[in-house]
Nanobody, 122 residues
Framework: QVQLVESGGGLVQAGGSLRLSCAAS????????MAWFRQAPGKERRFVTS????????YYADSVKGRFTISRDNTKNTVYLQMNSLKPEDTAVYYC???????????????WGQGTQVTVSS
Protein backbone atom coordinates (compact mmCIF):
# COMPACT_ATOMS: atom_id res chain seq x y z
CA GLN A 1 0.00 0.00 0.00
CA VAL A 2 1.06 3.54 -0.75
CA GLN A 3 -0.52 6.62 0.76
CA LEU A 4 -0.13 9.86 -1.18
CA VAL A 5 -0.76 13.39 0.05
CA GLU A 6 -0.56 16.38 -2.27
CA SER A 7 0.11 19.95 -1.21
CA GLY A 8 1.07 23.27 -2.69
CA GLY A 9 -2.04 24.15 -4.62
CA GLY A 10 -3.61 27.58 -4.53
CA LEU A 11 -4.63 30.66 -6.46
CA VAL A 12 -2.14 32.27 -8.82
CA GLN A 13 -2.31 34.82 -11.60
CA ALA A 14 -1.69 33.86 -15.19
CA GLY A 15 2.02 33.76 -15.90
CA GLY A 16 2.82 32.83 -12.33
CA SER A 17 4.31 29.68 -10.82
CA LEU A 18 3.42 27.04 -8.28
CA ARG A 19 5.18 23.97 -6.99
CA LEU A 20 3.13 20.98 -5.97
CA SER A 21 4.44 18.28 -3.68
CA CYS A 22 3.30 14.70 -3.22
CA ALA A 23 4.47 12.96 -0.07
CA ALA A 24 4.34 9.18 -0.07
CA SER A 25 4.21 6.80 2.85
CA UNK A 26 3.72 3.10 3.37
CA UNK A 27 6.21 2.02 0.75
CA UNK A 28 9.58 3.14 -0.53
CA UNK A 29 8.95 5.66 -3.26
CA UNK A 30 11.84 4.41 -5.35
CA UNK A 31 9.94 1.18 -6.02
CA UNK A 32 7.12 2.88 -7.93
CA UNK A 33 6.67 5.09 -10.93
CA MET A 34 4.90 8.35 -10.28
CA ALA A 35 2.64 10.67 -12.22
CA TRP A 36 0.49 13.76 -12.01
CA PHE A 37 -2.99 13.96 -13.48
CA ARG A 38 -5.47 16.81 -13.42
CA GLN A 39 -9.21 17.22 -13.64
CA ALA A 40 -10.78 20.47 -14.73
CA PRO A 41 -14.40 21.30 -13.81
CA GLY A 42 -16.80 19.25 -15.88
CA LYS A 43 -14.03 17.31 -17.61
CA GLU A 44 -12.39 13.92 -17.30
CA ARG A 45 -9.17 13.44 -15.40
CA ARG A 46 -6.21 13.74 -17.76
CA PHE A 47 -2.56 12.83 -17.72
CA VAL A 48 -0.05 15.63 -17.08
CA THR A 49 3.34 14.03 -16.55
CA SER A 50 5.12 10.92 -15.28
CA UNK A 51 8.55 10.01 -13.98
CA UNK A 52 10.45 6.75 -13.79
CA UNK A 53 11.56 5.17 -10.54
CA UNK A 54 15.04 6.65 -10.69
CA UNK A 55 13.89 9.97 -12.12
CA UNK A 56 15.93 9.45 -15.25
CA UNK A 57 12.94 9.37 -17.59
CA UNK A 58 10.06 11.79 -17.76
CA TYR A 59 7.09 12.19 -20.05
CA TYR A 60 4.80 15.20 -20.50
CA ALA A 61 1.47 15.94 -22.07
CA ASP A 62 1.86 18.35 -25.00
CA SER A 63 -0.22 20.96 -23.20
CA VAL A 64 2.37 21.38 -20.43
CA LYS A 65 5.61 20.56 -22.19
CA GLY A 66 8.20 23.28 -21.63
CA ARG A 67 6.25 24.81 -18.73
CA PHE A 68 5.95 22.02 -16.16
CA THR A 69 8.73 19.92 -14.65
CA ILE A 70 8.31 16.74 -12.65
CA SER A 71 11.02 15.61 -10.28
CA ARG A 72 11.41 13.27 -7.36
CA ASP A 73 13.50 12.95 -4.24
CA ASN A 74 13.44 9.32 -3.20
CA THR A 75 15.32 10.09 -0.01
CA LYS A 76 12.38 12.26 1.05
CA ASN A 77 9.73 10.03 -0.51
CA THR A 78 8.40 13.06 -2.34
CA VAL A 79 7.53 13.93 -5.92
CA TYR A 80 7.28 17.50 -7.15
CA LEU A 81 5.55 19.31 -9.96
CA GLN A 82 7.02 22.71 -10.80
CA MET A 83 4.51 24.68 -12.84
CA ASN A 84 5.65 27.84 -14.60
CA SER A 85 3.95 30.22 -17.03
CA LEU A 86 0.59 29.11 -15.74
CA LYS A 87 -2.50 29.69 -17.84
CA PRO A 88 -6.18 29.86 -16.88
CA GLU A 89 -6.68 26.55 -18.69
CA ASP A 90 -4.34 24.91 -16.17
CA THR A 91 -7.03 25.39 -13.53
CA ALA A 92 -7.89 21.95 -12.18
CA VAL A 93 -7.60 19.59 -9.26
CA TYR A 94 -4.17 17.99 -9.51
CA TYR A 95 -3.72 14.38 -8.44
CA CYS A 96 -0.58 12.47 -7.64
CA UNK A 97 -0.50 8.79 -8.61
CA UNK A 98 1.83 5.83 -8.07
CA UNK A 99 2.11 2.52 -9.86
CA UNK A 100 4.26 -0.05 -11.58
CA UNK A 101 3.64 1.08 -15.16
CA UNK A 102 5.22 4.07 -16.83
CA UNK A 103 2.12 5.14 -18.68
CA UNK A 104 -0.29 7.97 -19.33
CA UNK A 105 -3.54 6.20 -18.49
CA UNK A 106 -5.30 6.10 -15.16
CA UNK A 107 -5.24 2.30 -15.28
CA UNK A 108 -1.43 2.40 -15.15
CA UNK A 109 -1.54 3.63 -11.57
CA UNK A 110 -2.74 1.84 -8.46
CA UNK A 111 -2.59 4.53 -5.80
CA TRP A 112 -3.97 8.07 -5.81
CA GLY A 113 -3.86 11.11 -3.60
CA GLN A 114 -6.87 13.19 -2.67
CA GLY A 115 -5.95 16.04 -4.99
CA THR A 116 -5.02 19.68 -4.58
CA GLN A 117 -6.79 22.60 -6.25
CA VAL A 118 -4.89 24.88 -8.59
CA THR A 119 -6.69 28.00 -9.81
CA VAL A 120 -5.14 30.33 -12.35
CA SER A 121 -6.81 33.71 -12.75
CA SER A 122 -6.62 35.72 -15.94
Amino acid sequence: QVQLVESGGGLVQAGGSLRLSCAASGRTLSSVRMAWFRQAPGKERRFVTSISRSGGMTYYADSVKGRFTISRDNTKNTVYLQMNSLKPEDTAVYYCAAGQNFGSFERDYDYWGQGTQVTVSS
